[in-house]
C-alpha cells in the first residue's frame, strides 16, 4: 500500500485519483470512506463530498480500538446526521469488520428493493474503498476478504481490467482502493495527522509538536498525563515547552548541568503517543473549530482553546 511517508502529494497524482474515482463510479453501488476514529475531521479528504457525488456512504471510523469510545460514539452520530451510514472498526484485530456488509444492506435498502422487484435478487453490492495514506485500507480490505484476494492480472498482453473481490454478505469490492489526499496545507490537519503518524515527523519540528500535543492533553486528557508522566492537572505553564521540560525533568531526561532534555523528552511523548500508552484518545471533537469548511465544522486559531 502506498504509504503517506512517501507520497509528494502533487497535481497529478491528484488528477489521477479523481480520474480513478470518476470512472469507477457509475460501477459502484456506494462508497466506503474510512476514517481515522482519532481524526474523524483531519483524515477526510476536503473534495470527498465533490468527488464522489451524491453516491450513498459508509463512513468506517477504523483504529476505533486507539480512540476514545465516548467520542466515537458522538462521531458515529455526526456522520450519521449527515446522511452516512456509520460503523467502527479495529481493522487489525478485525473487531467491528463484520458490520460492514449488514450496514451496506440496511443503507442500500431501497436499492435493493428496487433490484428485487426486477428480479435481480443475488446482484452483488459493489463497493469502492476510498481513505487517505496510513488510514487502513489494505487492513481492512484484508480482513473483509480473508485472506482471497483477487490476483491482478499481469501477464503480457493482457489487458488489466478492474477486478472485484468477494466479500462476506453479497458485497463486491473494488480490488484497488482509493488513495485520497488530505488538507496538509492545513497546519492544524497536518499537526494533527503527525501526531498519528500518518505524515513524515520531518514537516514539523518534534519538541512544537509534542509542546502542542502537550498543550492538548494537559486540557482535554489531565488524568493520562498525570499518570503518565506525573504532570498535575494544575500545574502551572505558559506554554507548551514549559509542560515539555516538566515532563523531561519528571522522566530524568536531562542534559550535564541539569538542563532538561527536550528533545528526547518530545521524541519518548510521541512514540508513547502512538504506541497508545497515555491511554485511548481522541484528537478531535465534534462541533470544535476547524478550518475545513462546512463539513469540519469552524476553527479558532488559539491551542489555548484545547484544541490541537
Ligand atoms: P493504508 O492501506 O490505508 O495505507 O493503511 P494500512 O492498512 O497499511 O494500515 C496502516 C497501519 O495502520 C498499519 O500499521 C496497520 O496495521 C495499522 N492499522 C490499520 N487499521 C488499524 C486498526 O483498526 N487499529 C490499529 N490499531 N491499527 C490499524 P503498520 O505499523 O504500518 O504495520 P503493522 O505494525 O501492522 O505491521
Not at 453490492?125 to 482471497?148: F, Q, T
Not at 507548551?240 to 519528571?250: T, V, W
Request: a positive charge; one cysteine or more.
Amino acid at each position: 500500500m502506498e504509504d503517506m511517508k512517501d507520497i509528494q502529494w502533487f497535481p497529478g497524482h491528484m488528477a489521477k485519483t479523481r480520474r480513478m474515482i470518476q470512472k469507477s463510479l457509475p460501477l459502484v453501488d456506494a462508497v466506503a470512506e474510512l476514517l481515522d476514529a482519532r481524526l474523524p475531521l483531519s483524515s477526510r479528504n476536503p473534495e470527498f463530498d465533490r468527488l464522489t457525488r451524491r453516491k450513498p456512504r459508509l463512513v468506517i471510523l477504523n483504529k476505533a480500538d486507539m480512540a476514545d469510545p465516548a467520542l466515537t460514539q458522538q462521531w458515529v452520530e455526526y456522520y450519521q446526521k449527515r446522511g452516512a451510514a456509520v460503523i467502527t472498526a479495529d481493522s487489525k484485530s478485525g473487531k467491528g469488520v463484520k458490520s460492514f456488509a449488514p450496514a451496506l444492506r440496511r443503507l442500500l435498502a431501497p436499492q435493493l428493493a428496487q433490484y428485487a422487484a426486477k428480479g435481480m435478487k443475488g446482484r452483488p453490492i459493489r463497493v469502492m474503498i476510498l481513505g487517505i495514506p496510513n488510514v487502513g485500507k489494505s487492513s481492512l480490505i484484508n480482513r473483509l476478504a480473508g485472506g482471497k484476494r483477487a490476483k491482478a492480472e499481469d501477464r503480457a498482453g493482457v489487458t488489466r481490467t478492474q477486478q472485484w473481490i468477494k466479500v462476506e454478505g453479497g458485497v463486491e469490492l473494488l480490488d484497488t482502493p482509493g488513495v485520497l489526499w488530505p488538507k496538509l496545507e492545513d497546519q492544524e490537519v497536518a499537526c494533527r495527522l503527525a501526531f498519528t503518524g500518518a505524515v513524515r515527523d520531518e514537516i514539523l519540528d518534534t519538541e512544537a509538536l509534542a509542546s502542542r500535543l502537550l498543550v492538548f492533553l494537559h486540557r482535554q486528557y489531565p488524568k493520562a498525563l498525570e499518570e503518565r508522566y506525573r504532570i498535575a492537572p494544575d500545574a502551572a505553564y505558559t506554554t507548551g515547552f514549559d509542560l515539555l521540560e516538566l515532563l523531561a525533568k519528571n522522566r530524568g531526561m536531562l542534559l550535564a548541568g541539569g538542563v532538561p532534555n527536550t528533545e528526547r523528552a518530545a521524541i519518548a511523548l510521541i512514540d508513547e503517543f502512538r504506541a497508545v500508552k497515555l491511554g485511548r484518545i481522541t484528537l478531535e471533537r465534534p462541533g470544535e473549530q476547524s478550518q475545513n469548511g462546512a463539513d469540519h465544522g469552524e476553527k479558532t486559531t488559539d491551542p489555548s482553546d484545547g484544541t490541537v
